[in-house]
């Protein structure tokens, strides 16, 4: 039963590319069973001993490391550090700097929790001028739209309207540099990982609305792992999302907990943010959380990207992976 979890939250995480990585489940470190994970990998205390050579203390570890999930620049606007949740106290306000860059394009969408509740939003210039606004009434969304007409330090304000209740609201960013380019709208399936074809059945694609990560799909025959039957699911990725997943007799529950996108129609570049449970009634019995992030370039029609993603799963299963992806518009 465990093997088939941990190989449903690798599916969930960086599927299809993990099926050519192998589990690693030695325990030749001469340091296993010390308590500590030695072989230097996700959540190591050290690097003494080869990585997957310390299952006892590591958990399983799949070959092939991932690399750096930094794919920022300097002159590049970056709202990375802006939450993709955030309570406000009764009657109180969160202000969140960041960087932008001229030419670029600003959105943020903010998610009210419940019909009463009432979240306002500004964004201010790098003089402190506001540029953008949206104050809506209680319980609808808030969306504010903004081309960059200067280089600096930008402000996004959440404004909690109500003065007898906090609020926990879902804020979504995404950058466009070039508003002009391609609006990378459709759903994308993946044609190639690591210079192969996808191997048949297996499905993954890509939703999106203008560059925005919106879902993803992934079909994975039963065959393929010896199983009684096949995995079919789309996964929300917008932040506050919640999937359900039910699967070979268990229920597992992916939350989306933060994505963000930047495209100027001739590169994509996203990240999202999962955690992937199974669980009974209201018992959390296996729990990970997944960094993805990828950066390609985009044909000149819009209808294939190239490029290379990169993850990280932490929790009851420790996995690092790096593949390169093609993908066409269907």
């Known amino acids: 039963m465990k093997l088939r979890i941990l190989l449903l939250l690798a599916v969930l995480i960086c599927f299809p590319g993990c099926f050519d990585l192998p589990l690693m489940d030695s325990n030749t470190c001469r340091f296993a069973f010390d308590g500590e994970c030695d072989d230097g990998g996700t959540g190591a205390t050290n690097s003494l001993c080869a990585y997957g050579s310390d299952l006892a203390d590591c958990g399983p570890r799949f070959s092939g490391g991932g690399g750096s999930n930094d794919n920022s620049s300097d002159d590049d606007t970056d709202v990375s550090g802006i939450p993709s949740e955030t309570t406000l106290a009764a009657a109180a306000a969160k202000r969140f700097e960041f960087y932008g860059a001229e030419g670029d394009t600003v959105i943020f969408d903010a998610t009210m929790p419940d019909d009463e509740a009432d979240v306002d939003l500004f964004l201010y210039d790098p003089s402190n001028s506001t540029v953008g606004s949206s104050t809506n009434l209680r319980g609808l969304p808030d969306n504010i739209r903004h081309d960059l007409t200067r280089s600096g330090t930008y402000a996004l304000e959440c404004v909690n309207v109500f003065e007898d209740r906090s609020v926990t609201v879902f ?11 391609n609006d990378l709208s459709g759903v994308y399936r993946i044609t190639e990982y690591n210079g192969g074809a996808v191997p048949d059945g297996q499905i993954e694609k890509f939703a999106f609305d203008q560059g925005r990560l919106v879902s993803r799909y992934i079909f994975l025959d039963a065959s393929l792992l010896g199983l009684g039957s ?18 070979e007799g268990q229920h597992y529950q992916v939350s989306a907990l933060d994505s963000s996108s930047s495209s100027d129609g001739a590169s994509l570049s996203f990240t999202y943010d999962i955690r992937i449970r199974l669980i009974s009634g209201s018992q959390v019995y296996t729990s990970a959380d997944g960094s993805v992030s990828f950066s390609g370039s985009v044909s000149g029609d819009g209808r294939t990207i190239t490029g290379i993603r990169e993850g990280l799963l932490t929790g009851d299963l420790s996995l690092e992976f790096s593949h390169t992806l093609t993908a066409r518009r269907e």
Do not use: I, N
Request: proline share 3%; net charge negative.
């Open 171 to 181: 804020l979504r960013k995404q950058v466009l540099s070039d508003a002009a380019g």
């Open 230 to 247: 096949d995995l079919e699911v789309w996964v929300d990725h917008r932040p506050g999302e919640v999937t359900d997943v039910y699967w």
